[in-house]
């Protein structure tokens, strides 16, 4: 299997373990964790998964002068990030934080233009529309969405977060030409666990143990090895080789892949033309984004 077609596996795997996380983190916040303790479990436990891996199976120095930049990554990729995301999903609903986060891959696109000088082609345009026009069919009709004074503020942080995601995607790209994606995370997920101690610890202080049941445990444990410790992983393995707006265009499968794990795990939902249609849509614009320009071009 070449490498190019391992990225795209990779992210589809991160984006049905996103679609999960909607709701699983729900349901662990905020009645028996606190966001910013959530975070600060999140982080920790993943730092030790991957300084663990890093240290023992991946012999890799860095170069100092690459601390500083892994720093500020840290603070888009893990800081503001998951302080973010996780705060607004406790004030907010599911359903609000998985629409909201289709504006990324429009933010991405925007970023790696200015940074990267990454083109921003008709080809490209078209396909995060049609993917965006498919991910809210799916996400909007029959599902109760709302905006007002309960969920502004938690909306406005899911935004800030995508913002926040976008860069780091970004902005990591250059260190994945150097380094082992273990050596990269790794020191990214030291310098977040700096940040964002100070803002868990109280919290996670307050944690009351004894009312987790063993079905919280392995929600908690999912959030912590799939959401974290996997998905970082896979995410910024697939930036190795494809583009930041290619990484980012997959997160409209998230609506879809949720479907089928309704469908196919808990048999609490059903597809219908509707969906059909709007899977075909957020393939198709998956497509378009990630296929080369002068293939596309050619094929016209």
Not at 164 to 184: D, E, G
Request: with cysteine.
């Amino acid at each position: 299997m070449n490498k190019t077609l391992q990225a795209h596996l990779s992210l589809v795997i991160v984006n049905a373990i996103y679609a999960a996380n909607f709701s699983i983190a729900k349901e662990v916040m905020p009645s028996h964790i606190q966001p910013f303790a959530f975070v600060l479990m999140r982080v920790s436990g993943a730092l030790i998964l991957f300084w663990f891996v890093g240290t023992f199976f991946i012999k890799e120095k860095v170069d100092r002068k690459d601390l500083p930049y892994m720093a500020m990554l840290a603070v888009f990729g893990v800081a503001l990030n998951q302080l973010l995301f996780l705060k607004g999903l406790s004030i907010t609903q599911p359903i609000n934080g998985a629409i909201i986060m289709t504006s990324n891959p429009i933010i991405v696109i925007i970023i790696a233009a200015l940074f990267l000088k990454e083109k921003i082609s008709l080809q490209k345009i078209i396909g995060i529309f049609i993917g965006a026009i498919g991910a809210l069919i799916m996400l909007v009709y029959g599902n109760n969405f709302t905006i007002g004074s309960d969920t502004i503020f938690g909306d406005m942080l899911i935004l800030i977060n995508s913002f926040s995601w976008a860069l780091y995607i970004v902005l990591v790209k250059p260190l994945m030409n150097k380094y082992n994606t273990f050596t990269v995370v790794k020191w990214v997920f030291l310098f977040g666990f700096i940040y964002v101690l100070p803002f868990g610890f109280s919290e996670f202080q307050e944690i009351n143990w004894e009312t987790f049941s063993p079905a919280i445990w392995c929600d908690v444990a999912f959030v912590v090895v799939a959401t974290t410790f996997f998905a970082y992983i896979l995410n910024t393995y697939a930036l190795r080789a494809l583009s930041p707006s290619v990484v980012s265009i997959y997160i409209y499968l998230q609506p879809f892949l949720a479907t089928l794990i309704a469908v196919y795990i808990y048999r609490n939902d059903h597809l219908d033309l509707r969906k059909t249609i709007a899977a075909v849509l957020i393939i198709f614009g998956v497509y378009l984004v990630s296929i080369p320009i002068k293939k596309f071009q050619k094929g016209n």
